[in-house]
Nanobody, 125 residues
Framework: VQLQASGGGLVQAGSSLRLSCAASGISLDDYDIGWFRQAPGKEREGVSCISSSDGIINYADSVKGRFAISKDSAKNMLYLQMNSLKPEDTAVYFC???????????????????RGKGTQVTVSS
């Protein structure tokens, strides 16, 4: 089972990036999936997720209206379109499956979730 995120980079504030997450050995349709980020000196944050049971999509308040999560079941890929990027969006972003996703929570399930290696997003002011 493997998840691999890509698409990060160094951009200016106001720019856009699209992150991709390729999954192998696991079907993204079978589990709650999502994106998380970790910035230096800050707690890990659940950015967005898709629930497998009812299709609910949730976003952290900090990215609502700017980020959009999507999934391509045929390709077994997860995406995160990030628009109007801000310096505070700078972090390592990683995708994960077997998480907890509902209207309120975007959480990792320690010991159960599958996490991919992250991709660095740096937003300059």
């Amino acid at each position: 089972v493997q998840l691999q995120a890509s698409g990060g980079g160094l951009v200016q504030a106001g720019s856009s990036l699209r992150l991709s997450c390729a999954a192998s050995g696991i079907s993204l349709d079978d589990y709650d999936i999502g994106w998380f980020r970790q910035a230096p000196g800050k707690e890990r944050e659940g950015v967005s997720c898709i629930s497998s049971s009812d299709g609910i999509i949730n976003y952290a308040d900090s990215v609502k209206g700017r980020f959009a999560i999507s999934k391509d079941s045929a390709k077994n890929m997860l995406y995160l379109q990030m628009n109007s990027l801000k310096p505070e969006d700078t972090a390592v972003y990683f995708c994960a499956a077997r998480i907890l996703c509902n209207r309120i929570l975007i959480l990792l399930r320690y010991g159960e979730d599958v996490r991919g290696k992250g991709t660095q997003v740096t937003v300059s002011s």
